[in-house]
């Protein structure tokens, strides 16, 4: 009989001002991705969440009070400590120069709201697969297609 191994369960902290959303959202990764769900309900305190629970991937909304989601992905990007922690952005802001600012700002997807769990749990599978490389390649690519959209 082969040894079993126990893993611990990778750690997503999501930050969120909706109360709401954001126990269905930690619920939801619970259930479906069987994470170990932290969270924050501003970007401050999202921050200090994140150096005292060492999360494997961050969930961020872009709108809330104080230090805003772009804020909260450019502290964590401009830091070598945390340059590479997976960041999926999560926002009801649909259009297309918003997506584009969040994925400039280094986050790994940009999804919007109202999103499938399903969808949510695939994206932070493949934020955490990516390597610093990957991560880099990617936005020297959207920095590149910026200017010619005219969205930068």
């Known amino acids: 009989m082969a040894p079993t191994t126990n893993v611990a369960p990778r750690r997503v902290l ?3 001002d909706d ?3 954001l126990a269905a959202i930690a619920d939801g990764l ?5 994470f ?3 969270f924050a309900s501003d970007g401050a305190s999202g921050l200090e969440r994140f150096f005292t629970a060492a999360p494997d ?3 961020v909304d872009v709108r ?28 009801a802001l649909v259009q297309d ?25 695939k994206s932070i599978d493949h934020a ?13 690519e959207l920095t590149e297609i910026a200017p010619e959209r005219g969205d930068a």
């Open 14 to 16: 999501v930050v969120d």
């Open 64 to 91: 809330m009070p104080g230090l805003n989601g772009y804020q909260f992905v450019r502290a964590l990007r401009g830091d070598p400590e945390t340059a590479q922690t997976p960041i999926i952005v999560l926002s």
């Open 57 to 59: 991937c961050v969930v």
């Open 30 to 34: 619970q259930i479906v991705g069987g």
């Open 36 to 38: 170990d769900v932290i």
């Open 128 to 140: 955490v697969r990516l390597t610093s490389d990957e991560r880099q390649r990617r936005v020297r």
């Open 97 to 121: 120069r918003e997506q584009l600012a969040g994925l400039l700002t280094g986050a790994d997807a940009y999804l919007t709201k109202p999103v499938k769990i399903v969808d949510l749990v």
């Open 19 to 21: 109360p709401a959303l």
